[in-house]
């Protein structure tokens, strides 16, 4: 039997996917926290599930129910909790502000609450987000950089990041943050820009669409791959004291590069397909994200694998055999 447990909130997304793949090849009992109406048919945690049986198991809760959390906590009995849930998706933070607060924000506090309470050791670990920054007043962005949100989800996450400080602080837990800068993956929500030009890409090429419309083509940011990403967090959970790190790849580039990549790999011009749509520009934009990632790098020996060209082209790929007609790519 596996020796430790580690609960994931968070489970069904990009993220939760490829921890839950680590910590199972590591040896853990994976624990994940679904929400009660959640359909996973066909979802990647379910084919996670059957692979591996017995060593993922899920379990209903929500984080605006803290009886729940108490209850998911007594289930579980987890040595570490990675805590990945929240509404993290910016344009839907500002069409629903209240509701990313109370499962972004107070949803922090309602967990670190239940495992206060409880009193086990376990070691804690946040998702944050270099979106804390705002419109940074220095590049690239370190653990030192102030931190300015511009939007409600990054509001949202900066009082769950100064929880995890306060916590660690006045109760001792091992509670770490890993501010994560825009990280990528062909699990990539829908709703997300990076998504949503690799399946243009792949849907244009096979003759299955004309366009795609984006909004801002020149923000930039430091786009990682997922799979890296997780690494990080869990040499965060097994380092002896806990802190706070800047998890980057130091490098940026605009949405625009990222069109070029995408259909150039499947013999486009983004050019001639990508349109642009003033109704999809942000209320407030950020104009550029780049991090500094030498804490991670010195301390947990952390380093990224993933260069940009190769994640685009990845997410491309996964997007034509979804398709499985498409045609080949470059």
Not at 212 to 233: I, K, P, Q, S
Request: proline share 4%; glycine share 10%; aromatic share 8%.
């Amino acid at each position: 039997m596996p020796e430790k447990s580690a609960l994931v909130t968070g489970i069904t997304g990009q993220d939760g996917g490829y921890l839950t793949e680590l910590l199972i090849g590591k040896g853990y009992t994976v624990h994940g926290m679904i929400r009660p109406t959640a359909d996973l048919h066909g979802s990647r945690v379910e084919k996670l599930g059957r692979a591996f049986p017995g060593r993922v198991r899920l379990h209903s809760a929500d984080l605006t129910d803290t009886s729940s959390l108490s209850m998911l906590m007594d289930k579980s009995e987890p040595a570490e909790v990675c805590h990945l849930a929240g509404q993290s998706h910016v344009q839907v933070s500002f069409d629903l502000p209240e509701y990313t607060g109370e499962t972004t924000g107070l949803g922090t506090l309602r967990l670190l609450e239940v495992i206060r309470r409880r009193g086990d050791h376990v070691r804690f670990y946040l998702a944050a987000t270099s979106e804390l920054f705002g419109e940074p007043e220095e590049s690239p962005q370190t653990e030192r950089t102030p931190l300015r949100p511009v939007n409600p989800y990054a509001a949202a996450k900066l009082y769950a990041f100064s929880l995890v400080g306060a916590y660690r602080r006045a109760y001792g837990l091992h509670a770490s943050c890993g501010i994560l800068f825009n990280h990528e993956s062909p699990f990539r929500g829908e709703n997300y820009v990076t998504r949503k030009i690799a399946r243009a890409a792949a849907e244009i090429a096979a003759g299955r669409a004309n366009e795609v419309v984006l909004g801002n083509l020149e923000a930039r940011r430091d786009w990682g791959f997922a799979g890296d990403y997780v690494e990080a967090m869990y040499l965060m959970m097994q380092a002896d004291t806990s802190d706070d790190y800047v998890i980057a790849t130091g490098e940026s580039h605009s949405v625009r590069e990222f069109c070029h990549e995408a259909f150039a790999h499947v013999g486009l011009d983004y050019r001639d397909y990508v349109k642009q749509d003033a109704d999809l520009l942000r209320p407030v934009d950020i104009s550029e994200t780049r991090g500094d990632a030498s804490k991670a790098r010195r301390r947990l020996g952390w380093e990224p694998q993933v260069a940009f060209a190769e994640l685009v082209r990845m997410m491309v790929d996964k997007e034509v055999e979804r398709i499985g007609d498409g045609p080949s790519v470059q």
